[in-house]
């Protein structure tokens, strides 16, 4: 049996230091709780209780379901985060099961990396030998630190510490700490949003047909991206290139073309809806 106590405690320090952005990102998770519907169970059914949280916690009415609430969050102050956390959404499932996977899980993961990193970095020989007993490449962090799985044990210190910080403090104050995080992490998640995805890498078998389209595209006085009016233009010009209309579909994707004029040219050729008639199908494609 290897001894891998100095890494689990290593991660328990890592917590430590990382505390108060635990705690931020819980403060700003929590918002817009208040402002959600309230649901408890009524003879077995689940049901709006006809106010929202924030209502009922402002009545110093309790938040969490008996039927549903976990041992450990029985005890809560009415009104409470601890008390929200017990409490359970219209899909039936506990918040705080919702908290574990959005906040938790992934703050923990990072913990546990970061950990690792220091491990790797001060304690090389320790590290390497932890890693040879896992039977990982101790260059791989992530692998090393899943497979020693510290993670689990670590999820249960963190929830602590976020019960013993904010457990017992009233969820509209939680909220409005965690707003101004909240607004930042929205502002995230639109930007990524945002993002396009990646075009789809093509298919090694199309590289002399992707090589044909790209100069044939060249040639063709199209403009680029190539807008939709010009697609019989491009058409002619991947047909006279030598190309078939089962290969025109796989590379077009890959050419620098607007999204509608992908469409169009689907349509067009054979097998496409909506297509042109014969006569204004591009003689040279088919």
Do not use: K
């Amino acid at each position: 049996m290897f001894d891998i106590d100095w890494m689990g405690l290593l991660t328990r320090e890592v917590l430590r230091e990382r505390g108060a952005a635990l705690i931020a990102e819980t403060c700003a998770w929590a918002v817009g709780l208040s402002d959600r519907p309230h649901y408890r169970r009524h003879s077995g059914r689940l049901a709006p209780s006809g106010l929202t949280v924030g209502e009922r916690a402002a009545n110093g009415q309790p938040l969490g379901d008996e039927e549903d609430g976990r041992v450990d969050l029985g005890d809560a102050r009415p009104g409470s985060f601890q008390d929200a956390l017990a409490m359970v959404g219209p899909d039936g499932r506990l918040e705080a099961e919702r908290f574990d996977d959005e906040v938790l899980v992934p703050f923990v993961a990072e913990t546990c990396r970061l950990a690792g990193e220091r491990g790797r970095t001060t304690r090389r020989a320790d590290w390497a030998e932890l890693a040879d007993d896992l039977g990982e490449d101790p260059v791989d962090v992530a692998d090393v630190v899943r497979a020693g799985g510290w993670e689990a044990p670590l999820r249960i210190d963190a929830e602590h510490l976020v019960l013993a910080a904010l457990g017992h403090v009233p969820l509209i104050e939680v909220e409005a700490e965690g707003l101004p995080l909240s607004l930042v992490r929205a502002a995230e998640a639109a930007a990524r949003a945002a993002v396009p995805a990646p075009a789809p890498e093509p298919d090694d078998s199309l590289a002399g047909a992707l090589f044909l389209a790209r100069a044939a595209l060249e040639d063709s006085g199209c403009s680029v991206p190539v807008p939709p009016e010009e697609s019989d233009l491009l058409l002619a010009a991947l047909g006279e290139a030598g190309l078939e209309p089962d290969e025109v579909t796989s590379v077009v994707p890959h050419l620098p073309v607007e999204e509608s004029t992908i469409t169009r040219i689907a349509a067009t050729l054979p097998g496409g809806q909506d297509g042109p008639t014969d006569g204004d199908r591009p003689r040279s494609v088919g």
